[in-house]
Structure formats: structure tokens, C-alpha cells
Nanobody, 121 residues
Framework: QVRLVESGGGLVQAGGSLRLSCVGS????????MGWYRQAPGKQRDLVAA???????NYADSVKGRFTISRDNAKNTVYLQMNSLKPEDTAVYYC???????????????WGQGTQVTVSS
């Protein structure tokens, strides 16, 4: 059974940085596409960043140039480095894993429990 555990969330002032981590188990981590999603209160869950097994990346326009997704397959971990944080980045951030990037965020993918990120102005 796939298990994803996120950590690294917290409260930070605008302009600050946080690094989220997600450790995966019960899966062949290196072959999976990984994604970070976020959901603010009253809003839908949206893709923030994704990385394929070959380390190709893509980002939501709202975070390009500020966030970086990376992975360490030896540690079964995917990271999201978040810089220049803004109040509108406040949300619960979820880790997602899928056998292919086209399945990220969909019914066949797996989700972590989420970690809260709050950016104060």
C-alpha cells in the first residue's frame, strides 16, 4: 500500500521560505511521477509542481520562478522549495504520486495527508 507523508509546513512571513518534504513508501519511488498540489479554503485542489521519473518538471504559472520541485530517489523523497512566499500561497499542500505524470491528481494516484502552509502579510 502506497503511503506518502508530508512535512515542513508552518507559518512564515511574506517573502520568506519553506521547504516541504514528502517521503513515499510501499512503491517503487523512482519510477513514479510526483506532484505537489495545494488547496485553500473554499477552493479546488490545484497542481503546484510536478516532476517525472526522468526529472522533467512543470509548474503552475503562479509559482514559476519562486518554487522548485526536486526528488531524491535514494531517500524516496520529493521536495518543494518555496521562496518569496506570498499570502496567496496559504493553503494545505498535498503530495501526490502516480505511475505516470498523466495520472497525477487523478483517481489512480495516491495522496498524502497534507501539510498546512500559512503566509502572513
Amino acid at each position: 500500500q502506497v503511503r506518502l507523508v508530508e512535512s515542513g509546513g508552518g507559518l512564515v512571513q511574506a517573502g520568506g521560505s519553506l521547504r516541504l518534504s514528502c517521503v513515499g513508501s510501499g512503491m517503487i519511488f523512482s519510477t513514479n511521477a510526483m506532484g505537489w498540489y495545494r488547496q485553500a479554503p473554499g477552493k479546488q485542489r490545484d497542481l503546484v509542481a510536478a516532476i517525472t521519473s526522468s526529472r522533467s518538471t512543470n509548474y503552475a504559472d503562479s509559482v514559476k520562478g519562486r518554487f522548485t520541485i526536486s526528488r531524491d530517489n535514494a531517500k524516496n523523497t520529493v521536495y518543494l522549495q518555496m521562496n518569496s512566499l506570498k499570502p496567496e500561497d496559504t493553503a494545505v499542500y498535498y503530495c501526490n504520486a502516480a505511475s505516470s505524470s498523466r495520472f497525477l491528481g487523478q483517481g489512480l494516484s495516491s495522496w498524502g495527508q497534507g501539510t498546512q502552509v500559512t503566509v502572513s502579510s
